[in-house]
């Protein structure tokens, strides 16, 4: 971290003078430095052709800082991982700050750091972005908004309306583990237990398996907010489709389904962000469980006729 002469953020740290000037030059700017973004200016100017993604997502958790992780990384990842799962790969992401007045510069750096580090694993690019600070109270350390641009895989069709009764659905990994974690990490609540965030960029992973497969595979989700079981009903509402679901065959860590009992939680609904949902033409599904380093027996339920 640079030498500052400051220790917190401040109110005129968010007023578009001299002292955003040197909040952004003391990070923003040398963390995330390439040519385009040394223009300087209000927006991000280059070209794109053929199909694209777009995606944006605002990242409020609490902790800020949580077992695995925190909001910076979580942001990069999460936005990434929605362009994913239209299928596309991920190139550009604008970068939006909202910061309490009075959080640390340390804090502030870290999650700095951490945006950059999941960009570069990620392989994309920070292109514009915005800073603005609200009063003491009044935002819960920071809050986060990042927009997304993504080529389209060439051999993507993502859509609802290829999925058919027969096709399978493959978790591509244990699920609930992020959504504990964050929980572990907030006042009154403590676990015997290491558990980490599983939080992750998946288009890489997505980008191979499109590879491979292509359009054997119609419709890709990664169940964020409302876990597993609300992704699977997503996607029988949409489709029209019955979802044959063999719950045992989901994989849960140990001390996760133990957190889950003891809080009167159904894993199943629990926040996730290192896994996502795949549905694949049933004859493909053997592979695309292997493809994905999934623990034997991940994938799981079945497209059903049916409405």
């Excluded at 385009?36 to 902790?63: K, N, Q």
């Excluded at 997304?148 to 895989?153: D, F, L, N, S, V």
């Excluded at 244990?174 to 558990?195: C, N, P, Q």
Aim: charged letters at 20%; a negative charge.
């Amino acid at each position: 971290m640079p030498v500052l002469d400051f220790d917190v953020i401040t109110l005129g740290h968010g007023g578009g003078g001299i002292l955003t000037h040197r909040l952004l030059e003391s990070g923003v700017f040398s963390l995330f430095k390439h040519e385009l973004l040394d223009e300087r200016h209000d927006g991000a100017i280059f070209e794109l052709t053929g199909r694209v993604a777009f995606s944006t997502d605002s990242y409020v958790v609490s902790p800020i800082f949580f077992p695995g992780g925190n909001i910076g990384e979580l942001a990069v990842n999460g936005t990434v991982n929605d362009l994913a799962m239209c299928g596309a790969i991920p190139k550009y992401l604008s970068l939006s700050f909202i910061i309490e007045e009075g959080l640390p510069m340390t804090q502030f750096w870290d999650i700095l750091v951490s945006i950059r580090d999941a960009a570069q694993r990620a392989g994309v690019q920070t292109m514009t972005g915005d800073t603005k600070v609200v009063e003491k109270g009044k935002g819960d350390g920071i809050f986060i908004n990042t927009s997304g641009i993504g080529k389209m895989h060439p051999q993507a069709r993502i859509a609802t309306r290829h999925v058919r009764a027969g096709d399978k659905i493959v978790v591509s990994g244990y699920v609930a583990t992020h959504g504990i974690a964050i929980m572990s990490g907030r006042t009154g609540l403590t676990f015997e237990t290491d558990l980490v965030s599983d939080t992750a960029n998946l288009n890489h992973t997505v980008a191979a398996l499109l590879d491979d497969f292509g359009e054997q595979i119609p419709l890709l989700h990664d169940p964020t907010r409302g876990g597993v079981a609300t992704v699977l009903n997503e996607i029988a509402q949409n489709c029209r489709l019955g979802v044959t679901l063999a719950q045992e065959a989901i994989t849960v860590l140990n001390d996760v389904q133990s957190a889950c009992e003891l809080l009167g939680l159904d894993p199943l609904y629990v926040a996730n962000e290192g896994v996502f949902l795949t549905v694949v033409a049933a004859e493909a599904a053997g592979f695309e469980a292997a493809r994905t380093s999934t623990p034997p027996g991940v994938s799981a339920p079945e497209i059903a006729t049916g409405s």
